[in-house]
DNA sequence: ATGAAAGCGCTAACAA
DNA sequence: TTGTTAGCGCTTTCAT
């Protein structure tokens, strides 16, 4: 900058107002600056400013998910990525593969970056070690999970809505013994999705002894297997929610592998790749992660443009998507 | 820093010197700038340190992708994120949709942030804009693609090969008739699997007459649409090689809907989510991200770490998975 | 082992 | 309209 200065003629806060667009400059200044800078190839430096600029925005945002690698999370991530471009901010993001251990210094390396926001699938039992970041005024804001110990925004599915709604659809094609397929009931979503099934069948008068819950199911092979284990079971169930992704892949799996797939019903909940070329296609419970992204950076943005109105907790509704698998009829003779 | 300084009884540079961890601290004198900077909950500045510090590294890298969305550069973007962590490196990701003015504004957002170096996959004709970004000495590696116009490190899939292989698989399965369905010839992986499938033809002597060849299939309903069009002519092919992940997914669609995708054979270059489910099973040539991300990290770190070798040009090879589309033989009357 | 002074590249506040 | 001075939070250099 002060060459550009010295190459122009001018001070550097002249060239600082030219490159602020700042106005009171006077025309022949501003050619001779901006002509300076563009010889040099001169880029104003942006934490040298920061330090002194009144705001101290780094224009900067922290996201924290699961994995980049991931379908769901990936969605999200587009989502808040194309809020923040038109802001003229950039994401960081990070996975955590839900360790939380890994969550803290995934915190920690973005604050210490001074990230104006984090968006973030929190895995930890609470989050109040984001209490010192939030007085420091930082908008936090949690998808796809809710906080505990803390008070911020956060942006989810209906769960347990979404897994009742699943339920019932099976019911409704004349099932009951079902069978639910659940990740670790400590992951948040996960207990919300069963309390969603049980309840589901609480209201149509089937008595839970008449369904089958498996839990614990955190990755494909084990999904997998615990389905093959029903199936070759005395009273194999007629009906099968799986209650995440992977789980839902696993029991694809299984059911193929015991040629039950036309005549076991499944729905998933969250939707599946080429869920629809599969024969029969995978019904699912879809989520919205796109949406989550869209308006998790809204909140963030709303937050940073002075919004201090209390936390908010925003649900996205899910969608039902009927492609075969879940409206297999329950036997008759059942 | 001034405040912890105060509260310790010391100078700011003996709590920079803490901060750091440089030696010849007294542990005495440790122990109480700890405690006052943990009392205050002091996060020194990383920004303000560089603009003194002799090395300005701001421990960032950009990763320039299609998209985030989108699985083939999530899993780059995951190998690219473990390899930085290791070194405390963030990384800041930008999807550019395959739009060259996008990749030129993206690269800027990130040089004018100070990334120490630069992962991308360009979609540009040319990438003479980085000169002076390189020129400045960040290291940047292409992905995916080859550079024009500039010398710089280049990790890539062993496109042409990998076609090829694909393309003889076919022919050893009997077929002569075989369709190449292929994205627009511009974009230069597509140009070279091109390639490769009319190579292995010739060297199998069979006339390039007898394949059809359709390109511009830049998304899946396209992709459908044009397969649709071919099975329903005068001569369908008896096999087709999809260059492409979404032209896999659009040629699956449309040889379900005619009934034919147990007749015909089929294999997709880069792998398919779920492809195992499908009924036969998707034979594909997949591609190693994975390893194209850690790759590519490794080269930027070893550029960061002086390594001033000329630009290489490394290859990744691909792997054919047989899962049974693609081993369906030639009618026995062609 | 510790500190004082200077300065990184920029902007705030005020002056001319 | 333009420049001057001070200072953001830190590290460098050189003293002590």
Redesign the pocket.
């Known amino acids: 900058?002060?060459q550009?200065?010295e190459r122009a003629?001018?001070?550097?806060?002249?060239?600082?107002?030219v490159?602020?667009g700042e106005?009171?400059?006077?025309p022949?200044?501003?050619r001779r600056v901006l002509s300076a800078a563009a010889a040099l190839d001169?880029?104003?430096?942006?934490h040298?400013?920061?330090?002194?600029?009144?705001?101290r925005r780094t224009r900067t945002l922290g996201l924290l998910i699961s994995s980049v690698d991931n379908p769901f999370a990936g969605a999200i991530h587009r989502a808040v990525e194309d809020a923040a471009i038109g802001r003229g901010f950039a994401v960081f993001a990070s996975s955590l593969d839900d360790d939380p251990e890994r969550e803290e210094e995934a915190v920690a390396a973005f604050t210490r970056r001074r990230v104006d926001g984090l968006i973030l699938t929190t895995s930890a039992q609470e989050q109040s070690y984001l209490e010192p970041e939030v007085r420091r005024g930082t908008p936090v804001v949690f998808v796809d999970r809710r906080p505990t110990g803390i008070a911020c925004d956060a942006v989810v599915s209906d769960n347990a809505e979404g897994a009742a709604a699943a339920t019932r659809h099976l019911l409704a094609h004349g099932h009951r013994r079902l069978a639910y397929l659940g990740d670790r009931p400590a992951i948040q979503t996960a207990g919300e999705r069963r309390r969603g099934f049980l309840e589901a069948l609480g209201q149509a008068g089937v008595p839970v002894g008449d369904a089958v819950i498996v839990e614990d199911l955190h990755d494909e092979t084990v999904a997998r297997k615990a389905l093959l284990r029903l199936l070759d079971g005395p009273e194999p169930p007629t009906a099968v929610f799986s209650a995440q992704n992977l789980i839902t892949i696993g029991a694809l799996r299984a059911l193929r592998e015991r040629g039950r797939h036309r005549d076991t019903a499944l729905i998933g909940f969250d939707d599946v790749a080429l869920a629809d070329l599969m024969d029969p296609g995978v019904t699912v419970m879809a989520q919205h992660p796109d949406d989550i992204g869209r308006i998790a950076a809204e909140r963030v943005f709303a937050r940073l443009d002075g919004d201090d109105s209390p936390a908010q907790r925003i649900t996205v509704d899910t969608t039902l998507i009927e492609r075969g698998s879940g409206e297999i009829p329950a036997p008759s003779n059942t």
């Open positions: 900058m002060r550009v200065a003629g001018v001070s550097v806060k002249t060239v600082s107002r490159v602020n106005p009171s400059v006077a022949a200044t501003l001169f880029q104003p430096d942006p040298a400013g920061n330090l002194r600029r009144s705001d």
